[in-house]
């Protein structure tokens, strides 16, 4: 590396509008789902550092999570339904805040609800942890106030809930996208403009498989988020689109395994990316990561992030309007 | 399942075991030898330290991965069947029956392996027992051999039951130590008991102090109906490998949960094994 130029500066602020700021060292985070509470991964890898990481889901009561199975692997992917298993807020805040308080990473809580007043109220609890650095609102769960359609599908849903959160605490909020959203674009703007520090995306998409010798679901809760590579095409797409149309940072998840994959999220415009899946297999990718950026960065000459997030969006010249679903596939 | 259910552990971690404990390590395929019909014995060199954390339970999961693929995406879990700390040697049964296995099956000599390990917990014998009764069905019996060797050199009494599909799948018997008490089963009679290996064990009951068991959940439901009518208040304790589909194998995932009287646990660190009386059926 030349020593004259020195390392490129790998840091990002994810909160830019919040004063509390959500600075990270390198973009890679460990994803909600996928990285436990952090202790878990503690005797495998150096979690102190990574960027950030996402604590699993925390609802508002304990949950035991769906029956058994919970996994499928699938071509270049798996089903998860463990239905988040969880101790609940209160017996969160009991524990894990005070583990990470003195953690060098920043560790980001997720959290899910059936209301949009829950998400307030967790938000206020988490508002007044030491060890907590941000939260991720995860809309992917349905709303019971209305029949149980999914938050995340719906603009003014996925806005109510922001703002909710918005109000309730001045940690930064970032706000995690469904991939199942009939437009992904305007969910997004809809929760930038309610407040929202940042936009992850995406989740995982709802899929299935079955055991053709016992001719049922393999799964015990029928239906899975389908997650891992083969998901990653999709993620792109949208996490491009996102990027594309909205001003706060946007942080890319989905099938990332390699640089490769991490480079390709940051040219479509994340400032930050997440790894999930992958960790479960590699849990040394996420650091081999951050070094491999590191060296990417110095042999191509970028100096930091801001030179090459985004880079694909403006070899369009500018933000160049994405086709309509029917064009963009083709058909 | 309900919410009443749920047990957070309060540590997180593997009591049995403490931080780095677990590790990402490179093993070397140092031989491979047909064993219990279309099985393989795989045997692997590893770093030192690793064999002398591994004891008749614990787990490795492996990666068994066409090159330049994501197929398939998951890591494997095979527990040990032999660790020799001497040596620093791994041994593992593996019967390819997925693509998976079947990679892992066709390995050659000095075939670098990504394995994750040793994981999970181990089978506990009891520092008062003597006559100890294992009870595996099919490629089950790895940790059940590693468990038999522990339990000779402790000097315990063991009766080693096995019921395989015939008389090619059986375990040859210079693989378990000399003074163990070998009987088998097979489901076409073909050697041994003609019938399921769980109709043995009524003739070992009293004696045993306590009883081992790994293999498919069909075999633990016979066992079950087989010795619960004969225990005489919880005794003698039994002991299961639980196996679950599994993907970090470092209870981050939760995916492979086992219901117990004490609540959900991971099959990855609270176990595999669990004491029979305290899982949920």
Redesign the interface.
Same mark, same amino acid.
């Given at each position: 590396m030349d020593e004259e130029r020195g390392a490129p500066d790998l840091s990002v602020d994810l909160a830019p509008n919040n004063p509390r700021e959500l600075h990270l060292k390198n973009p890679v985070i460990a994803a909600s789902? *996928? +990285?436990?509470?952090g202790?878990?991964? /503690?005797?495998?890898i150096d979690v102190q550092r990574l960027g950030a990481f996402v604590s =699993?889901g925390i609802t508002p009561? $304990?949950?035991?999570?769906n029956?058994? $199975?919970?996994?499928?692997?699938?071509? /270049?992917?798996?089903l998860?339904a463990?239905g988040l298993?969880n $101790?609940g807020i209160r017996?969160f805040a009991r =524990?894990y805040p005070r583990l990470w308080e003195h953690w060098r990473v920043p560790a980001i809580v997720n959290i899910s609800a059936e209301s949009v007043e829950e998400f307030a109220d967790m938000a206020a609890i988490l508002d007044e942890q030491p060890g907590v650095a941000g939260i991720e609102v995860n809309v992917s769960c349905p709303n019971i106030a209305r029949g149980g359609f999914c938050f995340g599908w719906d603009a003014d849903m996925s806005a109510e809930v922001t703002r909710a959160v918005r109000a309730a605490t001045t940690l930064p909020v970032i706000v995690k996208l469904s991939p199942g959203a009939v437009d992904i674009v305007s969910v997004a703007r809809a929760v930038e403009d309610a407040g929202a520090d940042a936009i992850s995306l995406i989740n995982t998409l709802v899929g299935m498989a079955i055991d053709i010798r016992q001719r049922r679901p393999v799964l015990g809760n029928l239906t899975g988020g389908l997650s891992?590579?083969?998901i990653k095409p999709v993620a792109l797409r949208m996490v491009y689109q996102v990027a594309g149309s909205v001003r706060v940072p946007v942080i890319g998840i989905g099938g990332i395994?390699s640089l490769a994959d991490a480079l390709e999220f940051f040219f479509a415009g994340a400032s930050a990316i997440q790894i999930g899946?992958a960790?479960?297999?590699? $849990? @040394?990718l996420p650091l081999r990561l951050i070094d491999e950026l590191a060296d990417w960065m110095a042999r191509e000459g970028a100096r930091n992030l801001g030179e090459i997030v985004g880079a694909a969006q403006r070899s369009h010249g500018g933000r160049a309007p994405m086709p309509t679903l029917a064009e963009g596939t083709g058909g | 399942?309900?919410?009443? @259910?749920?047990d957070?552990d309060e540590t997180?971690?593997n009591p049995a075991h &403490?931080?780095? /404990? @677990? %590790?990402?390590f490179a093993g070397s395929v140092v031989a491979l030898e047909p064993i219990m019909g279309d099985s393989v014995l795989l045997t692997v060199a590893a770093p030192p330290q690793i064999a002398r954390e591994t004891r008749a339970g614990r787990f490795f999961e492996i990666?068994c991965r066409y090159e330049e693929? +994501?197929?398939?995406? #998951? %890591?494997r879990p095979y527990s040990a069947f032999a660790a020799d700390p001497e040596s620093g040697l791994l041994q593992f049964l593996v019967r390819p029956y997925g693509r998976g296995s079947a990679w892992l099956a066709r390995r050659a000599f000095g075939d670098p392996l990504n394995i994750?390990g040793p994981l999970g917990n181990t089978y506990r014998i009891a520092s008062r027992a003597q006559n100890l009764l294992m009870v595996a069905g099919g490629v089950g019996v790895a940790p059940l051999v590693m468990l038999a060797n522990e339990a000779v050199a402790r000097g315990c009494n063991v009766v080693f039951l096995l019921g395989a599909t015939t008389a090619d799948a059986l375990l040859a018997p210079q693989w378990l130590p000399g003074d163990v008490e070998y009987v088998v089963a097979t489901d076409d009679g073909s050697k041994g008991r003609h019938g399921f290996i769980t109709d043995l064990i009524p003739e070992y009951v009293r004696w045993a102090d306590q009883v081992f068991a790994c293999g498919p959940e069909p075999m633990y439901r016979s066992l079950r109906n087989v010795l619960m009518p004969l225990r005489v208040g919880g005794r003698p304790p039994v002991q299961v490998s639980m196996e %679950? /589909?599994?993907? *970090? &194998?470092? &209870?981050? *995932? #939760?995916? *492979?949960?086992v219901e117990t009287r004490r609540g959900?646990q991971t099959t990855c660190?609270q176990g595999p094994v669990f004491d029979m009386g305290d899982i949920v059926w």
């Open positions: 789902g *996928c +990285f436990g509470y202790q878990e991964y /503690a005797g495998v =699993k009561r $304990p949950r035991a999570g029956p058994m $199975p919970r996994l499928a692997e699938t071509p /270049a992917g798996m998860n463990i298993q $101790p017996g =524990k891992g590579p083969a395994a899946t960790i479960f297999v590699d $849990p @040394s | 399942m309900t919410d009443a @259910s749920i957070v997180g971690a &403490g931080p780095g /404990a @677990s %590790r990402e990666l693929t +994501f197929d398939p995406l #998951l %890591r994750l %679950r /589909a599994m993907a *970090c &194998g470092l &209870g981050a *995932c #939760l995916g *492979c949960m959900l660190v």
